[in-house]
């Protein structure tokens, strides 16, 4: 069904267009019966206030200057609350005017005081050249209007600050631009050559503060620790301001950050125009294995016709390829699109057309970013696809529509990319297009859930033990401490412990009631705020000429499985193919290749719990009268010993098998902390009673030695699909015997002997084993607990999914032989993610079974308890059994 043009003339304005793209799919056939939930939201007013009676005159002119005669409600809070002296945080919607609420106080102090400075972070480069080109356009107009106020200098300072330019913005600037990692690395080690600009330090403002939460919150809690410390030696004691999006704990998160009393601003008192929010799942191709059609492709569907009616939008997608891939599928469009026009008299040549749609990511050069942004300003720039480099607040206008590719990970971040759409009083649509992923679909079909407040708690720990003695050693290396000084919330006792740790292990030595870096290295350099490895990898490759490169690093726990020997490592759209990688060394050796697969490690785990720090009976609601349980829930520290084994080599796009190799890499271990809940005896004897339980290990029979010997046997000890020989046991210490697999699965007859019969067993070895038994997997409901409650979690903790590890086991010995699920931190000493899936065990389980009953699929999908395998048998019916069960 083709899309109505009739509206595109000259006088047709943007708001016409976007009804009519609106009504449009409420009838098409192809997306209105997808179209899962539409909330519209009406225009609201501004709620707003005289100017305050202490505006100093200068930016009262200036802003009337620019046709602002009041504020908005919450910019008069703020400015009350900053002139009272308090720290404040603001969580206001996107384009609510925060920078404006934010600059006015600290523009009037820096007047009113001329030796004042305020020293703004930004969590990217990017948005802190933004946010320079707004406040010197602020600054340019009061200089118009003053003579004698002129030195309001403003500076960036970050990796990209010219050498030459920095001793000048250290002595002159007023208002200096950084993010916290130049701090951390650039700006604290050097106090003293900051010593002017410290004693002076009048405000901080931290700006995207919901961004600052997990490692790297917990990294930067401790680097405002160190900042505080050096403006008090300094004899300042700054004022903090912080800006955030809407998340669930504003105030905590400021509190945690700063470690100090917060005031909330979040009476958004902006004008809005209408919005419209849709959730679209794309339709279902596979009933029984629970198959949808690709997001993506629906995704570029939805963005041509955006496109076709002129109605300026921009699309996020998760990773840098998506965002080629789409890139790449638009532009196909827009080609067949003009060569389908060329008769038509509003025809352009191709080349005005190029700049129409863009990609927007990290790796394109600064100068196409900056021109990026001004297209989509200025309107010349119809579609840009971007990664949530574009989420936060860099100004790019006031953009028509925004499509949302999968979800983001947290409500505040989809809230956050869809207010990058319909600035002012404009109306505007959000789409977001579900994926197959169980989170998608829990949203899809729980629409309130997303639109209702929202659920996620931004978590920080800056006593995390690994963090905390990373920035002590960097703050002792700025300053010595004094026996008995604090150093954020850390109490005197503890913090002296640590001191004396490090006087042991010779990185400080203890003199004249201090306490003094003794190391020739400046700690801070080799400190990641991103991750809490302390370890990094160096990826090293040569240029086309011979000349070494170094590609980047990832961090130790990470390298196992992302640069282990033949993995494919992608660096800014570029594959390499690793040859070596050197542990003791922590140096990889790669190659740029161009190869049609990817590769994917393959992990095996063991826990251990070595502290059980909390535990709970769960009571099961119709026998609780009688002592009845249905399971336990744990939170405690544990160890995870990880090693892998293999990798498989997929094909790009179709996700072909294209093979499996083995590794002997040696194992790793994380000391950290989990989450864990075990079935108890009677519920166990329930499922089985009731036939909803398949995880007992398979007896097969007293015989199934002698049998498997003639089976390996018969085949002559060789692999029968790939003809791999069994290893010589006296040539090979680690020599493996072949596996004897069955045909037809064993749990497929009623017993050991029918399912025995020779002609039913054959000889693999284990690689192709386990490509036959993905195959035909039987999959438990333990598993499919274990995957829904590991996909969800996220959705509570506003986390990545790759923040959360999940182990299931259904002999689990440290729960004495009970079947159990464990989903923990993969942060060494945890983060705070499990304490928190302790704390919400209830809302889970509940979200959980409404996810998995919801489910459309017949037997398990990737959607709710994933797939049970192409020929198999999968878990969705015993995962809701055990569900039900622990819901009473």
Request: proline share 6%; aromatic share 8%.
């Amino acid at each position: 069904m083709g899309i109505p043009l009739s509206a595109h003339n000259g006088r047709t304005t943007g708001v016409t267009r976007l009804q009519t793209l609106l009504d449009f799919w409420k009838r098409d056939e192809q997306t209105a019966p997808n179209i899962s939930a539409w909330r519209t939201t009406p225009p609201r007013a501004a709620q707003t206030a005289p100017f305050p009676a202490d505006l100093l005159i200068p930016l009262r002119e200036a802003l009337s200057t620019r046709g602002i005669s009041s504020l908005y409600s919450h910019q008069l809070s703020a400015w009350t609350n900053i002139r009272a002296g308090k720290n404040i945080i603001l969580a206001t919607g996107t384009a609510s005017g925060k920078t404006l609420a934010y600059n006015l106080p600290v523009l009037a102090a820096l007047l009113e005081s001329p030796e004042a400075r305020a020293l703004y972070l930004f969590p990217t480069k990017a948005l802190a050249q933004d946010q320079l080109s707004v406040i010197s356009d602020q600054l340019s107009v009061l200089r118009t209007l003053m003579t004698d106020h002129s030195s309001l200098s403003t500076g960036i300072y970050d990796g990209d600050t010219p050498q030459a330019h920095r001793p000048s913005i250290r002595k002159n600037a007023r208002i200096v631009l950084s993010n916290p990692d130049m701090l951390h690395t650039g700006i604290l080690p050097h106090h003293a050559n900051w010593a002017d600009f410290f004693s002076n330090l009048r405000f901080v403002v931290i700006d995207e503060a919901h961004t600052y939460r997990g490692v790297f919150g917990s990294h930067v809690a401790n680097v405002i620790r160190r900042l505080k410390r050096a403006a008090n030696f300094y004899g300042a004691h700054p004022q903090f301001i912080l800006a955030s999006a809407t998340i669930g704990n504003p105030k905590e998160l400021a509190e945690a950050l700063i470690e100090e009393d917060v005031e909330l601003i979040d009476n958004d008192g902006s004008s809005r125009g209408e919005r419209h929010f849709i959730i679209y799942n794309p339709p279902v191709t596979n009933a029984t294995l629970g198959l949808r059609k690709s997001s993506l492709l629906e995704s570029v569907r939805l963005a041509t016709d955006l496109f076709k009616h002129d109605i300026q939008s921009i699309v996020f997608a998760r990773t840098r390829r998506t965002v080629e891939i789409i890139l790449t599928y638009l532009q196909e469009n827009r080609e067949q699109r003009i060569e389908n026009s060329r008769s038509s008299r509003n025809y352009s040549p191709i080349s005005n057309l190029q700049s129409l749609i863009r990609g927007y990511r990290s790796g394109y050069l600064p100068q196409q970013r900056r021109e990026i942004e001004q297209g989509l300003r200025d309107g010349s720039v119809k579609t840009v696809v971007a990664t949530t480099a574009l989420e936060l607040g860099i100004d790019i206008g006031g953009l028509g529509a925004a499509i949302i590719v999968g979800y983001p990970g947290t409500i505040a971040s989809a809230r956050q990319q869809s207010g990058r759409a319909g600035r002012g009083d404009s109306p505007a649509a959000s789409i977001l297009v579900a994926s197959p992923n169980p989170l998608d679909q829990f949203l899809a079909h729980h629409p309130d859930y997303f639109f209702g407040g929202s659920p996620e708690q931004a978590l920080v720990n800056p006593n995390h033990l690994l963090i905390l003695l990373e920035h002590l050693r960097c703050a002792m290396f700025e300053l010595p401490f004094k026996k008995g000084e604090g150093f954020g919330g850390i109490s005197d006792e503890l913090l002296e412990e640590y001191l004396e740790f490090m006087v042991a292990s010779q990185d400080a030595h203890f003199s004249d009631e201090k306490y003094y870096w003794m190391k020739d290295q400046y700690p801070a350099a080799n400190i990641s705020l991103r991750s809490a490895s302390p370890q990094s990898v160096v990826l090293q490759s040569v240029t086309e000429d011979g000349r070494p490169l170094t590609v980047g690093t990832v961090d130790g726990e990470s390298a196992s499985w992302m640069v282990h020997p033949g993995a494919i490592y992608m660096h800014e759209g570029q594959q390499y193919f690793v040859q070596e990688y050197n542990i003791e060394n922590h140096i990889a050796q790669l190659i740029p290749v161009g190869l049609d697969y990817y590769t994917e490690a393959q992990r095996q785990s063991e826990i251990q719990v070595t502290n059980e720090i909390e535990r709970a009976i769960l009571p099961s609601p119709e026998r609780g009268g009688s002592g009845g349980e249905v399971g336990s829930k744990s939170y405690g520290e544990i160890q995870v010993t990880t090693q892998v084994v293999g990798f498989r080599k997929l094909r790009w796009f179709t996700l072909e098998n294209l093979g499996e190799e083995p590794l002997d890499m040696p194992p790793s271990e994380l000391q950290t902390t989990g989450y864990w809940l075990s079935l108890s005896e009677e519920t166990l004897s329930r499922l089985r009673e009731s036939g909803s339980w398949s995880n007992d290990p398979n007896n097969y029979g007293p015989d199934w030695g002698k049998i498997r010997d003639r089976v390996r046997a018969r085949d002559k000890y060789q692999c029968q699909v790939c003809g791999t020989p069994e290893p010589d046991p006296s040539t090979s210490l680690r020599a493996r015997q072949h596996d004897v697999h069955h045909k037809i699965p064993f749990r497929s007859f009623t017993s050991a002997a029918e399912a025995n019969h020779l002609e039913n067993l054959i000889t693999l070895c284990s690689s192709c084993h386990r490509k036959v038994e993905q195959n035909v997997r039987i999959r438990s409901g333990l598993a499919g607990l274990g995957f829904a409650l590991g996909n969800l979690a996220p959705l509570f903790l506003m986390c990545d999914p790759r923040d959360l590890g999940t182990h299931t086991d259904p002999a689990w010995k440290p729960a004495n032989g009970l079947p159990t699920v464990v989903l923990y931190d993969l942060v060494p000493a945890g983060i705070g993610f499990s304490r928190k899936l302790f704390e919400i065990h209830d809302e889970l389980i509940q979200r959980a079974l409404e996810l998995v009953s919801d489910c459309g699929c017949e037997d398990g999908c990737p959607s709710c308890v994933g797939p049970g395998g192409e020929n198999g048998v999968g878990g969705k019916q015993e995962t809701l059994a055990i569900l039900r069960e622990l819901m009473g």
